[in-house]
């Protein structure tokens, strides 16, 4: 029911930063709430941040609090992810995910929709 399409990765220097946006189509409720996780080879998919239609809730992982700001513009069904003072833990897949109910900010099982993710690399 809902497509979702990440853009904005690529590769920058540690310190840097990128802008990830996530763009949505189909159908969109005004009470989802819109995330950002990322996922690295051998490892689990993590939450990264979070933000409800209202935009005046918003979760951070603590390994991204005061550099990462998520942020959406529901008028343009789009949410970004903007990405400052990056470090090279910080290199993953990130996708964008969207769910009408969601039980935990953290829990992937709870989004409903996904993108197909965009790479992010940040060198040393």
């Known amino acids: 029911q809902v497509q979702l399409v990440e853009s904005g990765g690529g590769l920058v220097q540690a310190g840097g930063s990128l802008r990830l946006s996530c763009a949505a189509s189909g159908r969109t409720y005004r009470s989802s709430v819109m995330a950002w996780f990322r996922q690295v080879p051998g490892k689990e998919r993590e939450f990264v941040a979070g933000?409800?239609?209202?935009?005046?809730?918003?979760r951070y992982a603590d390994s991204v609090k005061g550099r990462f700001i998520i942020s959406r513009d529901n008028a343009k069904n789009t949410v970004t992810l903007q990405m400052n003072i990056l470090k090279p833990e910080d290199t993953a897949v990130y996708y964008c995910?969207?769910?009408?109910?969601?039980?935990?900010?953290?829990?992937?099982?709870?989004?409903?929709?996904w993108g197909q993710g965009t790479q992010v690399t940040v060198s040393s």
């Open positions: 933000i409800t239609w209202s935009g005046d809730v918003t």
């Open positions: 995910a969207s769910g009408r109910t969601v039980p935990s900010w953290e829990g992937p099982t709870g989004y409903e929709y």
